[in-house]
């Protein structure tokens, strides 16, 4: 098993580009959620899905910031335009749905928008 | 609001000691708590999870504990190593319009010294 595969790892771009970020869940696991991690304000969830259906994006700082899960096996964020302050480490996470199953998260794609 | 909080910033132990890692939580309802380790660069880690009809779990050199009189939760660590040293986070998952949802605190940095 590989685990929660996310790409890139790194990520530097110029204020206003637009950013994908993408991530492959665990084969099986039909819940998939983005989380976005700072000094600042820790680790957030930004939005989940459940058997690729977005359940609540409520975590979504705003309009430029957009999530899509296409198949059971790929899903993306993307912010357009970026800013300096959407730099963070984003991680994907996926799971079982379930109360007593716990996530496994991929290892993160740092981002800094200079 | 409600939210999942760590008491203590920043632990400092010897190699050999135990460690007891803090987390206060507010919502009454939430039924199932995990611990996650996060070393640098790398993802959240699952340790171990409680379900709140219990009160200790034992893993291998960790035990959670869960009071819920006073909505608390520790980790303790057993004779902690070097590569313990990580930030520990609490998490508390929260049933939300029908799905769990998993709310993160503020993290505790375990630091392991020779």
């Known amino acids: 098993d590989a685990g929660v595969i996310q790409s890139p790892r790194h990520e530097v771009t110029e204020m206003g580009q637009e950013v994908t970020l993408r991530c492959k869940p665990i084969s099986g696991h039909n819940s998939l959620f983005w989380y976005r991690q700072t000094m600042m304000r820790g680790l957030e969830l930004l939005i989940y899905f459940n058997n690729n259906v977005p359940i609540d994006d409520s975590g979504m700082p705003e309009d430029r910031f957009s999530a899509k899960m296409p198949n059971a096996s790929f899903s993306t964020l993307k912010i357009q335009p970026s800013e300096p302050r959407d730099s963070a480490v984003y991680f994907c996470?996926?799971?079982?749905?379930?109360?007593?199953?716990?996530?496994?998260f991929g290892s993160g794609t740092r981002l800094t928008v200079v | 609001g409600e939210s999942v909080g760590l008491h203590l910033p920043t632990l400092s132990v010897q190699e050999g000691d135990n460690s007891i890692i803090n987390c206060a939580y507010s919502n009454s309802a939430s039924d199932y708590f995990i611990w996650y380790k996060q070393e640098s660069g790398k993802g959240p880690q699952f340790i171990i999870d409680?379900?709140?009809?219990?009160d200790k779990r034992q893993g291998q050199r960790v035990t959670v504990l869960l009071n819920k009189t006073v909505k608390h939760l520790s980790l303790q660590i057993a004779a902690t190593q070097p590569g313990d040293s990580a930030v520990y986070f609490c998490?508390?998952?929260?049933?939300?319009?029908?799905?769990?949802?998993?709310?993160f605190g503020a993290g505790t940095r375990l630091a392991v010294h020779p």
């Open positions: 998490a508390e998952k929260r049933l939300t319009g029908g799905y769990n949802k998993l709310i």
């Open positions: 409680i379900r709140s009809n219990m």
């Open positions: 996470a996926s799971s079982l749905s379930g109360p007593g199953n716990g996530y496994t």
